[in-house]
T-cell receptor, first 114, second 115 residues
Framework: EDKVVQSPLSLVVHEGDTVTLNCSYE??????LLWYKQEKKAPTFLFML????IEKKSGRLSSILDKKELFSILNITATQTGDSAIYLC??????????????FGKGTKLSVIP | DGGITQSPKYLFRKEGQNVTLSCEQN?????MYWYRQDPGQGLRLIYY???????QKGDIAEGYSVSREKKESFPLTVTSAQKNPTAFYLC??????????????FGAGSRLTVL
């Protein structure tokens, strides 16, 4: 069973559109939820969300976590072709031994066409 | 520049051969991770190491082995026992558990193709 479920799995939009990417999860005892952007190779960090209801914002991107409903969203406004990438959602879990692991969803592939 | 270096970027191997992927970091991070990425599968954890000389299996460790003899290095060996080794392999690292920094930094990946 997938602990982290992202939707949609792929999305095609036109430049200037606004998109909302979804990440739902089952685990409740996690430390944080992270969003990454993967364009070609190395995923790059976007946001880390720890508290519910507090929006994180960076330029045209924003994200929020809802711990009651067990989901997070990543919004991108006024999309550009450079936003085309796979967006990964991950939960930071802590084991009983105290070690940290990131468990990823399958990602959303966003394609922005001119 | 601090970062994570993975090598080789592309690797081809014949069935039945073992291959070792290199991961080196100069970030002074304690924890290191290996993930495998397949199309439509996201990232799946193979092995991770919190400190030198210690490592744990992740979700898909079968057919893989690792070592952590130095803080900077966490090589991954893909053995002939791995049934479907063709994939994109990503190495990542993170500061120690007591640092309060919980963001993983990723390398550029190694793409392994088994012929």
């Amino acid at each position: 069973e997938d602990k982290v479920v992202q939707s949609p799995l792929s999305l095609v939009v036109h430049e200037g559109d606004t998109v909302t990417l979804n990440c739902s999860y089952e685990v409740t005892n996690f430390r944080s939820l992270l969003w990454y952007k993967q364009e070609k190779k190395a995923p790059t960090f976007l946001f880390m969300l720890t508290s519910s209801g507090i929006e994180k914002k960076s330029g045209r991107l924003s994200s929020i976590l809802d711990k009651k409903e067990l989901f997070s969203i990543l919004n991108i406004t006024a999309t550009q072709t450079g936003d085309s990438a796979i967006y990964l959602c991950a939960l930071l879990l802590v084991s009983r031994a105290g070690s940290y692991q990131l468990t990823f969803g399958k990602g959303t592939k966003l394609s922005v066409i001119p | 520049d601090g970062g994570i270096t993975q090598s080789p970027k592309y690797l081809f191997r014949k069935e039945g051969q073992n291959v070792t992927l290199s991961c080196e970091q100069n970030l002074n991070h304690d924890a290191m991770y290996w993930y495998r990425q397949d199309p439509g599968q996201g990232l799946r954890l193979i092995y991770y190491s919190q400190i030198v000389n210690d490592f744990q299996k992740g979700d898909i460790a079968e057919g893989y082995s690792v070592s952590r003899e130095k803080k900077e290095s966490f090589p991954l060996t893909v053995t002939s026992a791995q049934k479907n080794p063709t994939a994109f392999y990503l190495c990542a690292s993170k500061p120690g558990q007591n640092s309060g920094a919980n963001v993983l930094t990723f390398g550029a990946g190694s793409r392994l193709t088994v012929l």
